[in-house]
């Protein structure tokens, strides 16, 4: 089994930054994909950034491009989002997962196996 653990989410003001960190333990794998999501309330769960296992690809959803950067460190099985000059919209449960025996960047929720419980980010206004 895999367990996924987030943090860093909070209260933040609009034009402020958060640093999201994903953090995996249990069962290993030679290789993972590893991703982010995020859920806004009554909104369907999107695609937000991926990262290969070897950081060579990434992907990022049009309306965190600029703004957010994802990255990873295999060495702590962790995966990071930095998050700068958040707007009011980029509020929600923010999720990581991953696919594993796997060395690319997908951004389709279907690709990944496992998840982690979330982290709420709020982004005032």
């Known amino acids: 089994q895999v367990q996924l653990v987030e943090s860093g989410g909070g209260l933040v003001q609009a034009g402020g930054s958060l640093r999201l960190a994903c953090a995996a333990s249990?069962?290993?794998?030679?290789?993972?994909?590893m991703a982010w999501f995020r859920q806004a309330p009554e909104k369907e769960r999107e695609f937000v950034a991926a990262?290969?296992?070897?950081?060579?690809?990434?992907v990022y959803a049009d309306s965190v491009k600029g703004r957010f950067t994802i990255a990873r460190d295999n060495a702590k099985n962790t995966v990071y989002l930095q998050m700068n000059s958040l707007k009011p919209e980029d509020t929600a449960v923010y999720y990581c997962?991953?696919?594993?025996?796997?060395?690319?960047?997908?951004?389709?929720?279907?690709?990944?196996?496992?998840w982690g419980q979330g982290t709420q980010v709020t982004v005032s206004s």
């Open positions: 997962a991953i696919r594993p025996d796997s060395d690319y960047a997908f951004a389709r929720a279907w690709e990944y196996d496992y």
């Open positions: 249990g069962r290993t794998f030679s290789s993972y994909g």
């Open positions: 990262i290969s296992w070897s950081g060579g690809s990434t």
